[in-house]
């Protein structure tokens, strides 16, 4: 069940900014009920048949209008908000409890570069989360400014090329939540979105086991002549393959590549045909990613295919 | 149409007379005729229709069909009808010109159109300013849109953030054309702000004091100071990506001792302040029609303008409440978020005085107060949502979602353009003689409201649901599709009332109902001169008892018996110059009659020098900088060239005999002084956004100045510190030998203090180049050369101004009587030198002293 919503939390964090947004929500609808009526009261009230031309009345007092409805209104709600503001502010942690585990989130244009530095793990556009344990994420940004934001599990926060922001987050429940970027980065800030699994401590800890584990073998003639075609053609001056290259390190890790659910970071679902399409030419899926087209024959992309669908 | 008390439109309003002298006004203060008098023009009522025209024109071209192709792209999801780049530009546009080339213009323009009737004087103060501001501003503009025709188009976001606006991530041009087109429009609001200033705080009725002026001009007022206050920064900011993007410094490059944070303040120290600037001279507007169509005076004038004043302040406090998800820590996060809410409590004031004026009166539903009830509704839900994003935790969430782009267009939709169509069904008759169609007028209405409703609220609903803004297409599966055809059903509700506004303005322009003076029977000044006005607009000017003149006055040039002979003697004399009255700021009282500047092709010439300026920077023809250059400085002395008086000391001693009132035949002492004010304050903050940059820079550094550069040698620096200081001195010797008619004494004191200050500047200027760092290799160096050359410019600025003085010293032109123009410079001389000093203490005896 994937989560994408402010409104549908799945975590502490989360869940303090609905409640809020819920006090907030009823206290301006209170607000403008009020006001419309008001509004509308004086807008069709009867009035004294008296001279209608230019009033003689009203004298520059401060009436009780100003003071209770331009003063005292808006100074109640605002010290509630405030109020409110500042507890929500003290329920979500901004700096990580010891027991965090810590992620290391890097903004790339257009996809996310996950690293699990006590683990060992480097993954991307997907992240795996045990429930119930605050993780920090540490962000930082290769190039331009992006924005983490998994609305089902708290607030957003910039990921800078200046430094590193660290957002604190938990998962409750086992679950899928949607994330993406909200700071436009260019070209393809639409197609950057990311993939948070929240699972059981004894299923996140099987998921880091495998994700350690050098890429696979390749299994058969064809997957074999992949993985050579890997490392001659262009793939290996950008894509690590832990266990075959590890030289250029410019685009996505993609030892465990078959195991993501999506490519291009949400632009394409996992599946042979996509990924067919996308190793043919990625500009057709998500035009003016850094990825070049590749000038392959048929046979050799069927080739780099079966190997690459093989590393789980 | 509805009519004031059952029995006239007119009714119980009192009207302008008009003396034989009329006609001759009128032909003396008209613009010349054919296309030499219209490049020449420099009339408010030119000048303050070209800027609405061009605004409303600019958004036609680009904010609204921007805003119609995006919605089409977001009606369904996964749409394919535009590309990822062209919706980047759309978008970019739209925010980009919605936010530099409309709004503001269009306020600026009602402006000066509004307020020498509005306030009940001739002319505004500087008409060639005003000129000046109208050609920078068009130019800017074609600049900025010329980027279209070069495949260009700029494509980051209306804030343009660093890295992704610098250099690396945006090598070609079309940033330039952002940053140099807008820059150009830039300097003519700035132009237009000091305009504005001068025209409300000292060119008023006789009478009019500061308590009685109209709330529109309050607004203005206040408007303007926030634009000197809040665009300066952002020239500055522009000023330093040009200077990344063009000359390799490094002002926003973390890896080189930069900051991209430090874009992020200079951009919303301006952005912010831009809300209120556009939301004040609508709240002005508002203020204008609520009392005329509940016929009822404002209740809370007092508190309307304490309101005003106080959002003024606050707006500049609140800049980083765009930067809450950008780490700041957790105590400036909390002062940020209340001084957000806090504005709650000035905008409270204002919509209940405006409410509490209806309650007492007795509305009149003609479409310019349907516009207001509108506003009202509107703009208090963006409100709402306004405290909602103030905190920081929903802001979270919020921030950079569509619930942002619903609330600020309701803010900017609500609070500002309905406003605008308020204030022109409401004013349109006074400007052409003719009505606005009420029929269309409520149709108009309708459609908008309805649209903006339907277009607006589903966003923030959507926003909530996870929906990030500036995306071109988004997943089926996320179930924001169904929202986000709403929207555009409500753009399309929109886009047929732009539609019906669009021919209610034609039809009525040629064949309009007419429209008398005061067809609404309103209560200020403007209303009383026929309609459309003359071009001088008053013959006799009025003499203001009140606050609401019309509703108050049975005649208006009666009053105090010197006041009137003086508004009489002014309707027949003289009639060879445009003469224009300087009152008393606080009191209204008459303090100077000064002769306007009459029409030059000067002012368009300096915009041109201004459009090559930053032209020649795009085209990377860098001696054009320097051509611009000398032709905006030839310009402007042209402009500023004396002119033989127009008559005689006698003549003008004989009128201050008659009514005791001095006159300046040969410029304004009073208004010129007040220039030179307002442009010492433009440098300064100008010098004090480079100083924020400076320490900004500083705090990010542990290191400063950066391992291998060494502190910057004081010796020749204090030499050179010192000979500016002295040529401060030497220049008020002079201007008090002036004043004691020591010509002799006059110019060698000038020409000593021009001696001191050029070879200070050239010392500096010698010792500096030695120097053995450069500007390119980190931020340091760029934000020391900056500053070096920032104090350059200033004092070249007063070299050429002193050199200009000396030659007319020389000729003998200043006596005892006229010497304004001396005292100006010798003002803006001491200004050089404390920011000379200023900036000699941070660059070099800084490093020293830490």
Request: proline residues 6%.
């Given at each position: 069940?994937?989560?994408?919503?402010?409104?549908?939390?799945?975590?502490?964090?989360?869940?303090?900014?609905?409640?809020?947004?819920?006090?907030?929500?009823?206290?301006?609808?209170?607000?403008?009920?009020?006001?419309?009526?008001?509004?509308?009261?004086?807008?069709?009230?009867?009035?004294?048949?008296?001279?209608?031309?230019?009033?003689?009345?009203?004298?520059?007092?401060?009436?009780?209008?100003?003071?209770?409805?331009?003063?005292?209104?808006?100074?109640?709600?605002?010290?509630?908000?405030?109020?409110?503001?500042?507890?929500?502010?003290?329920?979500?942690?901004?700096?990580?409890?010891?027991?965090?585990?810590?992620?290391?989130?890097?903004g790339h244009q257009w996809w996310w570069e996950v690293r699990y530095p006590e683990e060992g793990v480097t993954t991307a556009n997907v992240v795996h989360?045990?429930?119930?344990?605050?993780?920090?994420?540490?962000?930082?940004s290769a190039d331009v400014i992006h924005s983490f934001w998994v609305p089902s599990l708290g607030g957003k926060m910039d990921a800078l090329p200046d430094?590193?922001?660290?957002?604190?987050?938990?998962?409750?429940?086992?679950?899928?939540?949607?994330?993406?970027?909200?700071?436009?980065?260019?070209?393809?800030?639409?197609?950057?979105?990311?993939?948070?699994?929240?699972?059981?401590?004894?299923?996140?800890?099987?998921?880091?086991?495998?994700?350690?584990?050098?890429?696979?073998?390749?299994?058969?003639?064809?997957?074999?002549?992949?993985?050579?075609?890997?490392?001659?053609?262009?793939?290996?001056?950008?894509?690590?393959?832990?266990?075959?290259?590890?030289?250029?390190?410019?685009?996505?890790?993609?030892?465990?590549?078959?195991?993501?659910?999506?490519?291009?970071?949400?632009?394409?679902?996992?599946?042979?045909?996509?990924?067919?399409?996308?190793?043919?030419?990625?500009?057709?899926?998500?035009?003016?990613?850094?990825?070049?087209?590749?000038?392959?024959?048929?046979?050799?992309?069927?080739?780099?295919?079966?190997?690459?669908?093989?590393?789980? | 149409?509805?009519?004031?008390?059952?029995?006239?439109?007119?009714?119980?309003?009192?009207?302008?007379?008009?003396?034989?002298?009329?006609?001759?006004?009128?032909?003396?203060?008209?613009?010349?005729?054919?296309?030499?008098?219209?490049?020449?023009?420099?009339?408010?009522?030119?000048?303050?229709?070209?800027?609405?025209?061009?605004?409303?024109?600019?958004?036609?071209?680009?904010?609204?069909?921007?805003?119609?192709?995006?919605?089409?792209?977001?009606?369904?999801?996964?749409?394919?009808?535009?590309?990822?780049?062209?919706?980047?530009?759309?978008?970019?546009?739209?925010?980009?010109?919605?936010?530099?080339?409309?709004?503001?213009?269009?306020?600026?323009?009602?402006?000066?159109?509004?307020?020498?009737?509005?306030?009940?004087?001739?002319?505004?103060?500087?008409?060639?300013?005003?000129?000046?501001?109208?050609?920078?501003?068009?130019?800017?503009?074609?600049?900025?849109?010329?980027?279209?025709?070069?495949?260009?188009?700029?494509?980051?976001?209306?804030?343009?953030?660093?890295?992704?606006?610098?250099?690396?991530?945006?090598?070609?041009?079309?940033?330039?054309?952002?940053?140099?087109?807008?820059?150009?429009?830039?300097?003519?609001?700035?132009?237009?702000?000091?305009?504005?200033?001068?025209?409300?705080?000292?060119?008023?009725?006789?009478?009019?004091?500061?308590?009685?002026?109209?709330?529109?001009?309050?607004?203005?007022?206040?408007?303007?100071?926030?634009?000197?206050?809040?665009?300066?920064?952002?020239?500055?900011?522009?000023?330093?990506?040009?200077?990344?993007?063009?000359?390799?410094?490094?002002?926003?490059?973390?890896?080189?001792?930069?900051?991209?944070?430090?874009?992020?303040?200079?951009?919303?120290?301006?952005?912010?302040?831009?809300?209120?600037?556009?939301?004040?001279?609508?709240?002005?507007?508002?203020?204008?029609?609520?009392?005329?169509?509940?016929?009822?005076?404002?209740?809370?004038?007092?508190?309307?303008?304490?309101?005003?004043?106080?959002?003024?302040?606050?707006?500049?406090?609140?800049?980083?409440?765009?930067?809450?998800?950008?780490?700041?820590?957790?105590?400036?996060?909390?002062?940020?978020?209340?001084?957000?809410?806090?504005?709650?409590?000035?905008?409270?004031?204002?919509?209940?005085?405006?409410?509490?004026?209806?309650?007492?009166?007795?509305?009149?539903?003609?479409?310019?107060?349907?516009?207001?009830?509108?506003?009202?509704?509107?703009?208090?839900?963006?409100?709402?949502?306004?405290?909602?994003?103030?905190?920081?935790?929903?802001?979270?969430?919020?921030?950079?979602?569509?619930?942002?782009?619903?609330?600020?267009?309701?803010?900017?939709?609500?609070?500002?353009?309905?406003?605008?169509?308020?204030?022109?069904?409401?004013?349109?008759?006074?400007?052409?003689?003719?009505?606005?169609?009420?029929?269309?007028?409520?149709?108009?209405?309708?459609?908008?409201?309805?649209?903006?409703?339907?277009?607006?609220?589903?966003?923030?609903?959507?926003?909530?649901?996870?929906?990030?803004?500036?995306?071109?297409?988004?997943?089926?599966?996320?179930?924001?599709?169904?929202?986000?055809?709403?929207?555009?059903?409500?753009?399309?509700?929109?886009?047929?009332?732009?539609?019906?506004?669009?021919?209610?303005?034609?039809?009525?322009?040629?064949?309009?109902?007419?429209?008398?003076?005061?067809?609404?029977?309103?209560?200020?000044?403007?209303?009383?001169?026929?309609?459309?006005?003359?071009?001088?607009?008053?013959?006799?000017?009025?003499?203001?008892?009140?606050?609401?003149?019309?509703?108050?006055?049975?005649?208006?040039?009666?009053?105090?018996?010197?006041?009137?002979?003086?508004?009489?003697?002014?309707?027949?004399?003289?009639?060879?110059?445009?003469?224009?009255?300087?009152?008393?700021?606080?009191?209204?009282?008459?303090?100077?009659?000064?002769?306007?500047?009459?029409?030059?092709?000067?002012?368009?010439?300096?915009?041109?020098?201004?459009?090559?300026?930053?032209?020649?920077?795009?085209?990377?023809?860098?001696?054009?900088?320097?051509?611009?250059?000398?032709?905006?400085?030839?310009?402007?002395?042209?402009?500023?060239?004396?002119?033989?008086?127009?008559?005689?000391?006698?003549?003008?001693?004989?009128?201050?005999?008659?009514?005791?009132?001095?006159?300046?035949?040969?410029?304004?002492?009073?208004?010129?002084?007040?220039?030179?004010?307002?442009?010492?304050?433009?440098?300064?903050?100008?010098?004090?956004?480079?100083?924020?940059?400076?320490?900004?820079?500083?705090?990010?550094?542990?290191?400063?100045?950066?391992?291998?550069?060494?502190?910057?040698?004081?010796?020749?620096?204090?030499?050179?510190?010192?000979?500016?200081?002295?040529?401060?001195?030497?220049?008020?010797?002079?201007?008090?030998?002036?004043?004691?008619?020591?010509?002799?004494?006059?110019?060698?004191?000038?020409?000593?203090?021009?001696?001191?200050?050029?070879?200070?500047?050239?010392?500096?200027?010698?010792?500096?180049?030695?120097?053995?760092?450069?500007?390119?290799?980190?931020?340091?160096?760029?934000?020391?050369?900056?500053?070096?050359?920032?104090?350059?410019?200033?004092?070249?600025?007063?070299?050429?101004?002193?050199?200009?003085?000396?030659?007319?010293?020389?000729?003998?032109?200043?006596?005892?009587?006229?010497?304004?123009?001396?005292?100006?410079?010798?003002?803006?001389?001491?200004?050089?030198?404390?920011?000379?000093?200023?900036?000699?203490?941070?660059?070099?005896?800084?490093?020293?002293?830490?």
């Amino acid at each position: 069940m994937l989560a994408a919503g402010a409104l549908e939390p799945r975590g502490p964090v989360a869940e303090t900014i609905a409640d809020l947004w819920w006090f907030m929500f009823a206290l301006g609808l209170a607000v403008f009920v009020v006001f419309a009526a008001l509004l509308g009261a004086s807008l069709i009230r009867r009035r004294h048949e008296e001279d209608p031309s230019t009033g003689e009345r009203a004298p520059d007092a401060p009436s009780r209008w100003l003071i209770w409805g331009g003063v005292v209104l808006p100074l109640v709600v605002v010290t509630a908000v405030f109020g409110a503001t500042v507890v929500a502010m003290r329920d979500t942690p901004t700096t990580a409890p010891s027991e965090a585990l810590v992620v290391e989130v890097v903004g790339h244009q257009w996809w996310w570069e996950v690293r699990y530095p006590e683990e060992g793990v480097t993954t991307a556009n997907v992240v795996h989360v045990p429930v119930g344990r605050p993780v920090a994420f540490r962000l930082s940004s290769a190039d331009v400014i992006h924005s983490f934001w998994v609305p089902s599990l708290g607030g957003k926060m910039d990921a800078l090329p200046d430094g590193t922001n660290t957002l604190v987050l938990q998962a409750d429940e086992a679950g899928e939540h949607r994330g993406a970027c909200a700071e436009f980065c260019g070209l393809q800030h639409a197609r950057m979105d990311l993939l948070v699994v929240a699972e059981p401590a004894e299923g996140f800890a099987a998921w880091v086991a495998g994700q350690r584990e050098l890429a696979a073998e390749a299994t058969g003639a064809l997957a074999e002549r992949g993985r050579e075609l890997f490392g001659d053609a262009r793939c290996a001056s950008c894509h690590v393959i832990r266990g075959l290259t590890e030289v250029g390190v410019e685009g996505p890790d993609l030892t465990h590549l078959a195991s993501r659910p999506t490519i291009g970071a949400g632009a394409a679902g996992n599946t042979a045909m996509e990924l067919a399409e996308w190793i043919a030419d990625p500009h057709t899926v998500k035009e003016g990613v850094k990825m070049p087209a590749t000038d392959l024959d048929e046979e050799d992309r069927a080739a780099l295919l079966a190997y690459l669908e093989g590393l789980e | 149409m509805t009519v004031a008390g059952g029995t006239g439109p007119d009714a119980g309003t009192p009207t302008v007379r008009e003396p034989e002298t009329n006609e001759a006004l009128d032909r003396l203060w008209a613009d010349p005729p054919g296309l030499w008098g219209r490049l020449t023009a420099v009339q408010n009522d030119a000048i303050g229709t070209r800027l609405m025209l061009t605004g409303f024109f600019f958004v036609l071209l680009g904010g609204s069909v921007d805003s119609l192709v995006m919605r089409l792209q977001l009606a369904v999801p996964e749409n394919t009808l535009v590309s990822a780049e062209l919706y980047n530009e759309l978008f970019t546009n739209h925010g980009s010109v919605t936010m530099f080339l409309v709004i503001l213009p269009i306020f600026e323009g009602f402006a000066i159109l509004l307020l020498p009737l509005l306030l009940g004087t001739r002319e505004m103060p500087f008409p060639r300013l005003g000129a000046f501001s109208y050609w920078t501003f068009l130019g800017g503009g074609l600049v900025y849109y010329s980027a279209t025709l070069f495949q260009l188009v700029p494509n980051a976001g209306w804030f343009a953030y660093v890295p992704l606006s610098g250099p690396e991530f945006s090598p070609d041009l079309a940033i330039d054309f952002w940053v140099l087109g807008l820059g150009v429009a830039e300097v003519g609001a700035i132009a237009a702000g000091l305009e504005i200033i001068i025209g409300v705080l000292k060119m008023r009725a006789p009478g009019m004091t500061l308590t009685r002026m109209p709330l529109f001009a309050w607004a203005m007022l206040i408007t303007a100071f926030m634009i000197l206050f809040a665009f300066t920064p952002l020239i500055i900011g522009s000023l330093l990506l040009e200077l990344d993007r063009g000359f390799g410094t490094q002002f926003f490059n973390p890896g080189q001792g930069g900051s991209s944070l430090l874009w992020q303040h200079l951009f919303w120290i301006f952005g912010h302040p831009e809300v209120y600037i556009q939301f004040l001279p609508a709240a002005g507007i508002v203020s204008m029609i609520v009392p005329v169509f509940t016929r009822h005076r404002t209740v809370g004038y007092t508190w309307l303008v304490a309101a005003m004043v106080a959002i003024g302040f606050l707006s500049f406090a609140l800049w980083a409440h765009h930067m809450f998800a950008t780490g700041l820590p957790p105590i400036v996060l909390s002062f940020f978020a209340a001084a957000s809410m806090v504005i709650a409590i000035p905008a409270g004031v204002q919509v209940f005085a405006w409410v509490a004026t209806i309650w007492h009166g007795r509305p009149r539903w003609d479409t310019p107060f349907l516009f207001v009830v509108g506003f009202l509704l509107v703009f208090v839900v963006g409100g709402i949502t306004g405290v909602m994003v103030a905190a920081v935790p929903f802001d979270l969430q919020a921030h950079d979602s569509y619930f942002v782009v619903g609330h600020l267009h309701y803010v900017l939709i609500g609070g500002v353009a309905f406003p605008i169509f308020a204030g022109v069904y409401y004013w349109f008759p006074k400007f052409t003689g003719k009505l606005l169609d009420e029929r269309l007028g409520k149709l108009n209405f309708w459609l908008l409201f309805v649209g903006v409703n339907v277009a607006f609220f589903p966003m923030h609903i959507v926003g909530l649901m996870g929906m990030p803004r500036r995306i071109y297409t988004y997943d089926d599966s996320l179930g924001w599709g169904m929202y986000n055809l709403i929207s555009t059903i409500g753009v399309l509700i929109i886009v047929p009332g732009i539609g019906v506004f669009i021919w209610n303005v034609v039809r009525s322009y040629r064949k309009g109902e007419p429209a008398g003076p005061n067809p609404w029977g309103a209560d200020t000044l403007e209303w009383a001169v026929p309609s459309p006005p003359a071009e001088h607009g008053w013959s006799v000017l009025p003499i203001v008892r009140s606050r609401h003149p019309l509703w108050d006055q049975d005649v208006l040039d009666r009053g105090d018996e010197r006041l009137e002979h003086f508004v009489h003697g002014l309707s027949t004399w003289p009639l060879r110059w445009r003469a224009a009255v300087i009152v008393g700021t606080a009191d209204g009282q008459p303090q100077e009659v000064f002769r306007v500047a009459g029409p030059a092709i000067w002012p368009m010439c300096a915009a041109a020098g201004v459009v090559l300026i930053f032209v020649s920077e795009l085209a990377k023809l860098r001696w054009g900088i320097a051509v611009g250059a000398l032709i905006v400085v030839a310009a402007a002395i042209r402009w500023n060239w004396p002119e033989e008086p127009p008559m005689t000391v006698e003549e003008e001693d004989e009128f201050e005999r008659e009514h005791g009132v001095p006159v300046n035949g040969a410029g304004s002492v009073v208004v010129a002084s007040w220039g030179m004010g307002l442009a010492i304050l433009f440098v300064s903050i100008a010098f004090g956004a480079l100083l924020l940059s400076y320490f900004y820079l500083r705090l990010e550094n542990p290191v400063w100045p950066p391992a291998g550069i060494a502190e910057p040698a004081l010796t020749w620096a204090s030499v050179a510190a010192g000979l500016v200081v002295a040529s401060g001195v030497a220049a008020q010797v002079s201007l008090r030998r002036v004043r004691d008619a020591d010509q002799r004494g006059f110019v060698t004191g000038l020409a000593s203090a021009i001696g001191l200050l050029g070879a200070g500047a050239a010392l500096q200027l010698w010792d500096v180049a030695a120097l053995d760092f450069g500007g390119t290799d980190h931020a340091y160096g760029s934000i020391f050369y900056t500053l070096t050359g920032f104090l350059a410019v200033v004092a070249t600025g007063t070299l050429i101004m002193g050199a200009m003085a000396l030659y007319w010293a020389v000729k003998g032109h200043y006596t005892v009587r006229r010497h304004a123009t001396v005292a100006n410079i010798v003002r803006f001389w001491v200004a050089a030198i404390l920011i000379w000093v200023t900036g000699f203490g941070v660059l070099h005896l800084g490093p020293h002293l830490t």
